[in-house]
């Protein structure tokens, strides 16, 4: 595909992926993607992140098609995941007098991805660099979705760049949303889900951040080009990103596996204990479900509580499955515990604590074993174990 122009003398200079089918190892793209690049020719000439680097050899192609590449003065760097700066080492090859321009926060990453002496230019929000006839102004908007993470708006031309903030993983050679002609907005949804989804405070900082300026055409990272009901795009965003209603009453969700039935009565208990505190409760047999199904309501649930019994030396595999999966999802907060039935080892409710602990949830009571066949002494323990955790919810306990 050949470089085309978006308005004058801004032109997408990027590449097509349509077979790629995995992302990032966590996303799945039926639909492929596009790594899109930017390069705006004026008295100083600028480029806007670069491609992947398996596409180096055409991305170079397409900048001598427009430009002599000594002339490049900047190179902007909005984020430095591989497939935004995979090729600026072979950029900097043709474009030696380049300066890059980053976030303060994305020097380190930068020197980390050429491995060479580059002149860098860090910025801080709403810094400006004139290229001569336009301005470009530069937002700060850390975590979406790494720390280095910046947009870049060209105020005459009312293009916003925002880096991966409304991509979407979807490949059309037409590239411009009013022209393609297959739906991408599932695609578009989809990407917010797996990629932003979990900053989704930090979204609404850059929502706030964008809200007073003009945009007629939004150029991201990935997938179309959007230009046509602008506001439609923005105002998804603001919805999805919204703070959630507080839970009245707040909500528990348990899940749990049980080879033999032990495990599954320990659920039971600890439900009627978090019950008799005021929650609302849901046990989920987690080997009859599909995590990417319960996403949505493990983001919105209040605590999180998980039951395995211990098979060899270990957590079994569909409660290991559904903590897997939520790192697209923003837990850091919520109250958790662990517990399981148990034989000669019981490492599982151990290892559950600490994955809790490690991923930011708040673990307020030790987690439960029973051996073998609960007891009627430890279906009582776990009652209230149910409700101490409850309890816990209830207070809103501090780390």
Known sequence: MKPFQIKNDIFWIGALHPDLRLFDIIMRTKN??????????????????????????QYISHIKELVD???????????????????????????????IVCAKVAVK??????????????????????????TLRFLSTPFLHW???????????EILFPCDVFASHFCDSRMFDDTIARDFRPDF???????????????????????????KTIAPSHGPILRKNIADY??????????????????????????????????????EGARSVGLEVELFDACTI????????????????????????????????????????????????????????GEAVQFLDDRLAAMKVKVPVKGLNAVLVPSEEELAECYTFGQNVAKAVAMDVKE
Not at 190 to 210: D, G, S, T
């Open 147 to 157: 720390p280095d993470t910046m947009m870049t708006y060209s105020e005459s031309d």
């Open 32 to 57: 492929g993607t596009t790594y899109n690049s930017y390069l705006i020719r004026d008295e100083k000439i600028a480029i806007i992140d670069t491609v992947k680097e398996k596409f180096a050899h």
């Open 69 to 99: 590449p000594g002339k490049i003065e900047y190179i902007i760097a909005q984020h430095t995941e591989p497939d935004h700066t995979g090729s600026l080492s072979s950029l900097l090859e043709i474009a030696p007098n380049a300066q």
């Open 234 to 271: 923005i105002n998804c965003y603001k919805a999805w990103a919204a703070v959630k209603a507080e839970n009245k009453p707040k909500r528990m969700l348990i899940y749990y596996a049980s080879a033999h039935g032990n495990t599954e009565k320990m659920a039971n208990k600890i439900a």
């Open 189 to 215: 949804r989809q990407y917010f889900e797996v990629i932003l989804r979990p900053y989704k405070r930090h979204l609404r900082n850059a929502l706030k951040k964008i809200e007073p300026l003009t945009i």
């Open 290 to 345: 599909h995590p990417e199904d319960h996403l949505e309501r493990i983001e919105n649930a209040d605590a999180l509580v998980f039951g395995s019994p211990t098979i060899n030396n270990d957590v079994v595999k569909p409660i290991w499955d559904i903590l897997t999966s939520l790192a697209t999802i923003d837990i850091k907060g919520k109250v958790g515990a662990s517990f399981g039935s148990v034989g000669w080892s």
């Open 109 to 134: 990453y930068v020197e980390n991805t050429i491995n060479r002496e580059a002149g860098i230019i860090p910025v801080e929000n709403n810094s400006t660099l004139s290229l001569g006839t336009r």
